[in-house]
């Protein structure tokens, strides 16, 4: 793997877990408790949409064959998609939604810190700007945490399953493949060994704080940086791509 | 079952430097830091803003609108209060 396929390669893959993630939250519009969460929920999955736009469209540029964010998004098979299997889960109830935010948001943050310092300028670029919102997306996510685990005895009991239950996908945040190790020899990119260390430190902060307790070490599943994805990617793929397939070429 | 409503909180948003805090409307939250998230993902999405100060609503001493005329009227005759001859050079805005 050289050069710019690099580059497209990796831009996707980060589109990928923008995209999924901001479908999943969309999924939620109009479904949110309360109209203030509403409209939080909305902005930061148009805000996740608008990264999957930014990387998409750099790996289209990066591999010079003319293909468009569309394409990306809404052409692929399932087995090209690389996002983290953790994003790809449904939303379960609203402490499932926030622990999947919260366990996602502070990798993703610390990943996008080390990328705003990579040597290839367009990664870092975008970068600098999807840092931003998530850093607002991680305070919105962890404050929501701490309420649910920190309130009642239900929501702790509640938010603590959904702890167990999640964290078996978080192991693949952290096990680098060929483009990882590619991007960081070629590109300055993360060291996923150190972002581990960080991210356990920040996770762990958090959880203390919502009066949870840190799942012990489990088998984790993978696969998701492959294409190997879990049984719920299928369905929110033909959701996600039903107009494209069904009008190919639709604009309005 | 009667759903219990969270507390109201009043908000307030600069928007840009050099110029006071507005009230820019109210928005429900259960606690402190929610009400400050809330309000900035209701009223600064558009970039309305640089600051924001969120307050509960219960916090705030009003003035009761049946004694506004005691209040506010004995003013209205007094034209030797208002500093209106003075001519404001066009370069300050906002004053």
């Known amino acids: ?252 | 079952m009667t759903k219990q409503e969270w507390p109201l909180y009043e908000v307030f948003i600069r928007s840009k430097s050099g110029l006071s805090h507005r009230h820019a409307g109210s928005v429900h939250a259960a606690d402190d830091d929610m009400a400050l998230n809330n309000a900035r993902d209701t009223y600064t999405r558009r970039n309305e803003g640089v600051s924001i100060w969120v307050v509960r609503s219960d916090s705030i001493v009003a003035s009761d609108p049946a004694e506004s005329s005691a209040f506010f009227e004995p003013a209205e005759d007094k034209i030797y209060r208002h500093p209106t001859f003075y001519d404001i050079p066009d370069e300050v805005d906002n004053l």
């Open chain 1, 1 to 252: 793997m050289t050069g710019k396929s690099v580059l497209t390669a990796y831009a996707t893959r980060l589109g990928d877990n923008a995209l999924i993630l901001g479908q999943r939250m969309i999924e939620l519009v109009a479904g949110s408790p309360e109209l203030e969460e509403e409209l939080a929920n909305a902005n930061f999955a148009l805000d996740y949409i608008g990264q999957a736009r930014m990387f998409y469209t750099y790996a289209g540029e990066c591999e010079g064959e003319g293909r468009s964010e569309d394409d990306f998004a809404f052409l692929r098979p399932e087995h090209e998609y690389q996002n983290l299997l953790l994003v790809e889960q449904p939303n379960g109830h609203f402490g499932d939604a926030i622990v999947r935010q919260v366990l996602f948001e502070s990798w993703y943050l610390a990943l996008l810190e080390v990328l705003t310092r990579c040597s290839d300028e367009g990664i870092s670029d975008i970068a600098a700007r999807a840092v931003k919102e998530v850093r607002y997306h991680l305070r919105h996510s962890s404050q929501w945490l701490v309420r649910l685990g920190d309130g009642t005895d239900e929501s702790h009991a509640r938010v603590q399953q959904s702890l167990n239950d999640l964290w078996k996908f978080t192991g693949e945040m952290f096990m680098p493949d060929d483009l990882d190790d590619a991007m960081r020899s070629a590109h300055n990119g993360p060291h996923l060994e150190v972002l581990e260390t960080q991210w356990r430190a920040d996770v762990a902060a958090i959880v203390a704080e919502a009066t949870l307790e840190l799942p012990g070490d489990q088998w984790m599943v993978s696969g998701g940086k492959q294409g190997r994805h879990t049984e719920h990617f299928g369905f929110l793929l033909a959701e996600m791509q039903y107009m494209q397939r069904t009008f190919p070429g639709a604009t309005w």
